[in-house]
């Protein structure tokens, strides 16, 4: 499955109503991990609303850490959170839940579905896959 596939499966989840954007990502890449989507989905589970519903960090940025903390084992997975937040702030415009669903001109910043396709991207572009 291609990256942009991906991108689409997290779409396709986020929209269908039974995953959070957290979860979304995670599932939608969940082949970059040893774990099942349904585990990934469990785990994801509290990071939705901008962490916990505190329209804090965008859940579609830290599904995408939770998997480059799983594909690294670990080790070195700042820099590239670090790096996916910034691509993603400079493509979305924000990085906050609230901020990102702030309404402008009669439509928010970046919606959820338009989030959890960057985060996927992104998380691609910086770990180098296809």
């Avoid at 957290?22 to 939608?28: F, G, I, K, L, M």
């Avoid at 960090?57 to 995408?64: F, S």
């Avoid at 080790?75 to 959170?81: K, Y």
């Amino acid at each position: 499955m291609t990256i942009n596939e991906r991108a689409e499966k997290a779409v396709q989840l986020k929209t269908s109503g039974g995953y959070n954007c957290s979860q979304a990502v995670t599932a939608a890449l969940a082949d970059q991990t040893d774990l099942t989507e349904e585990q990934l989905k469990q785990i994801a589970a509290g990071f939705c609303a901008g962490m916990g519903n505190l329209q804090a960090t965008c859940g579609a940025i830290i599904g995408a850490g939770i998997i480059a903390g799983a594909q690294t084992k670990g080790r070195g997975t700042l820099p590239i959170a670090r790096q996916i937040q910034e691509k993603f702030h400079q493509k979305c415009g924000a990085i906050k839940c609230g901020d990102l669903k702030a309404m402008t001109d009669g439509k928010p910043l970046c919606p959820c579905e338009e989030c959890v396709r960057n985060a996927v991207l992104i998380y691609g572009e910086v770990m180098g896959v296809e």
